[in-house]
């Protein structure tokens, strides 16, 4: 995906409706959310700072939460995105 593509020209997969939520996946993938411990990170840390302010400072450097990352894997077609709701809100 391009910074000047659109949402809707992203294919996202939908489960056929005859099949159930529970039937329709086969194996598992990680949803993952990664912080490193960048030195401003650690400075935030060592200050006592928030965990927002951490997750802004993480975000300003690339960090993807895990709503983030579901949602790029189904647009990858490798999930669905009631599956990462679903998953997510757990």
Do not use: C, N
């Amino acid at each position: 995906m391009g910074k000047s593509d659109t949402w809707d020209k992203i294919p996202f997969w939908r489960l056929k409706k005859e099949i159930s939520a529970g039937e329709g996946f086969s194996g598992r993938i990680g949803i993952h959310e990664i912080l490193k411990v960048s030195p401003a990170i650690k400075e935030i840390i060592l200050k006592s700072g928030t965990a927002d302010a951490i997750q802004i400072q993480a975000e300003k450097e690339g960090m993807l939460t895990m709503f983030e990352d579901g949602i790029f894997q189904a647009a990858q077609g490798l999930t669905t995105i009631e599956e990462v709701l679903r998953v997510v809100s757990e």
